[in-house]
């Protein structure tokens, strides 16, 4: 399974590389906003520091308009992702994109039913979004179950990005049903490697040692 790490921040993403657990990024524009840079050069460092994936969101409303920020976007580094809005001017912004080769991450995802239409656009990644999902009571992880079984059904070479992740569990359950990708705040990415029982026996090793005699 493949990690991103969901921030725009650099000094987050150093971090998670020099941990291994950084495969790709995904931002959003209320990440971008809470850095203090402008969007171009956020994107620019970031790249710096990633060789996988790196998605950057357009803000235009309609295809035209997505598909210019996208030629844009795509001009910073050759492994940038252009992130859509799962609306029907998304769709038809991925169908042109990915004509032209650029690759796309179909985002805000909350039912099997977009998820096929974006597939069926061409969209490299689609991010359905499992924490927003939870919060309003809807089982976020049964979505992407469904959706792993509709891509394998038919063939789709979209990959599912696990996307408004809270909690390792989500990580954990995301794996489970076959997710190729899941992207994982910093914060999270540190509770994975987390357990009391690691932190107990290490204290237990550490206070033996020094009880030694030889
Ligand atoms: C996905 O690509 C989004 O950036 C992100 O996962 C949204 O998560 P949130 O619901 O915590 O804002």
Known sequence: ???????????????????????????????????DKPFE???????????????????????????????????IADNIVIKIPMIVEGLKAVKMLSAEGIKTNVTLVFSSAQALLAAKAGASFVSPFVGRLDDIGTPGLDLIS???????????????????IRSPQ??????????DIATIP???????????????GMEQFLADWEKRTR
């Open 146 to 164: 469904d959706i792993v079984t509709i891509y394998d059904n038919y063939g789709y070479q979209s990959e599912i990005i696990v996307a408004s």
């Open 41 to 75: 050069e956020i994107i620019s460092d970031i790249c710096k520091v990633v060789d996988g994936p790196v998605s950057a969101e357009v803000v235009s409303l309609e295809a035209d308009g997505m598909v210019a920020e996208a030629r844009e976007l795509a001009k």
């Open 1 to 35: 399974m493949k990690f991103f790490i969901d921030t725009a921040n650099l000094d987050e993403i150093k971090k998670g590389v020099a941990m291994g657990m950084v495969d790709g990024v995904t931002t959003n524009p209320s990440l971008v906003a809470k850095e």
């Open 186 to 200: 910093f914060k999270v990415i540190n509770q994975l490697a987390k357990h009391p029982l690691t932190d107990k």
């Open 170 to 179: 989500h990580v954990v359950d995301s794996a489970l049903v076959g997710a």
